[in-house]
């Protein structure tokens, strides 16, 4: 089963990129004190304990008036209420008990959804636990005194929000159906091409960017295997500020992408490869990911002997993080090359899931070395001892050497790419671990 999202919700300026940067133990959400400055990294994986989430920050954009604070507010909720688990609903003690907050909270109210009322910015509590108690009118249950900034109150915070979390992440029996996510920005064919591999008009497809309301899963059976294709979620109603539509795709997509085992980024090829493209694929290659980049729409494009060429050397121009990704020129319109899809998932979930002899292993790196002489500082030369995968989904190897420091970056993609020369491992990424090890 995949693991819990919990999204934190709340006005702008709350505090909720501080506590989403204390949470993820790094500076991803940038913080500042202007109202709606969070826009990059907005989820991260988070351990409590035994527990194991992905956290999702819905920060706003910059508000021009009190009704648009509200809306924005208002759409927030929404994306929380249809992609998370639990909620962390995010106020301000200073600040005090608003009307927006009361707003937001009869919509949480509503949905059914577990919901952890926190009351930011508690610095002391023998000086504001009054001022806490306020927000017990909202209805939602007792506030949790926090303070982002200093850490404080922060563990009883999670201890409530992992009371909602699944007993046995693995009671019943595992689905062993593959699982493909489609994913990409709004309005480049995700579902059409779901609908032509499927037959039948399952998925709503409009011309309205984000028309599919939530990850809707499908099973597709082809050749008497069975799929369950996840198609990912536009928005609720079309949004004219352009980075809400592309935070919220992104927030769609780590929703899927967690649970999927081969993603599919699928791309528009009369667009082109974009830095939203970019950052939906950078989600399934961090969380190794088997990968398809599927261009769609390749039946209007005007050809010659060279546009195939053209653009796939821009894709992997852009998409340079993951040269391993398959790419395949589709049209969901017409069903062009829409079913070769199904091989290229078959041997993408092959090589996630391959293993190879430590022997086999220890051969490649042997004769590695001997081509290209490790890096050496200071008249000090990296020794490299032993390497053995330890994973599968992504093919993980641990490398035992000398010195660390001495294991530059470079030497281990060349090291990669011997490993892939052998075993091709194409469609996936592969991770590498360096462990020390005194010699003798």
């Known amino acids: 089963m995949s693991k819990p999202v919990v999204a934190v919700v709340g006005r702008p300026n709350v505090g909720k990129s501080t506590l989403f940067n204390a949470l993820a133990g790094e500076r991803i959400s940038i913080v500042q004190d202007t109202p709606g400055v969070t826009r990059d990294r907005i989820y991260a994986e988070v351990s409590w304990l035994d527990k194991n989430f992905t956290l999702i920050d819905t920060g706003g954009i910059e508000p021009e008036s009190k009704d648009i604070i509200l809306s924005q507010m208002r759409e927030q909720a929404q994306i929380a209420i249809d992609t998370a688990d639990v909620i962390i609903f995010m106020t301000d003690v200073r600040q005090g008990l608003v009307d927006a907050d009361s707003k ?120 008497d295997r069975e799929y369950v294709f996840i198609d990912t979620a536009g928005l609720r109603r079309k949004s004219k500020i352009k980075e809400e539509l592309e935070r919220f795709s992104i927030i769609r997509a780590v929703t899927a992408v967690e649970r999927a085992d081969v993603v599919i980024v699928v791309i528009d090829a009369t667009e082109g490869v974009t830095e939203q493209d970019a950052k939906i694929a950078g989600i399934a290659h961090e969380r190794g990911k088997g990968i398809i980049i599927a261009v769609n729409k390749w039946d209007a494009i005007e050809k010659d002997d060279k546009t195939i060429y053209k653009h796939t050397d821009r894709i992997r121009q852009i998409l340079s993080f993951m040269p391993y990704a398959e790419i395949l020129f589709i049209s969901a319109k017409t069903g062009q090359r829409t079913r070769k899809l199904f091989d290229m998932i078959d041997v993408v979930l092959e090589n996630n899931s391959m293993r190879v002899a430590t022997g086999v292993l220890n051969e490649i790196m042997t004769e590695a070395v001997a081509m290209q002489q490790p890096p050496s500082d200071k008249g000090k030369r990296l020794k490299l001892f032993y390497i053995t995968q330890v994973a599968v989904k992504p093919p993980t190897f641990v490398i035992f050497v000398n010195d660390k420091e001495l294991m530059h970056f470079s030497y281990t993609r060349y090291l990669e790419n011997r490993i892939r020369e052998a075993f091709g491992f194409q469609g996936t990424s592969l991770k590498f671990i360096i462990r020390e090890r005194k010699e003798g």
């Open 104 to 223: 937001v909270a009869d919509m949480l109210r509503r949905c059914g959804k577990p919901v952890v009322l926190v009351v930011n910015k508690v610095d002391s509590f023998e000086k504001y636990m009054t001022d806490v108690y306020e927000f017990y009118n909202l209805g939602i249950g007792d506030p949790i005194p926090v303070s982002s900034a200093s850490r404080l109150g922060i563990g009883d915070m999670l201890d409530e929000v992992a009371k909602y979390f699944p007993e046995d992440a693995d009671t019943g029996e595992e689905d062993e159906r593959p699982k493909v996510a489609v994913v990409g920005k709004p309005n480049v064919g995700k579902s059409s091409l779901i609908n032509h591999l499927l037959g039948e008009e399952r998925v709503i497809v409009s011309e309205i960017a984000g028309t599919t309301r939530d990850a809707i899963d499908t099973e597709i059976t082809w050749q």
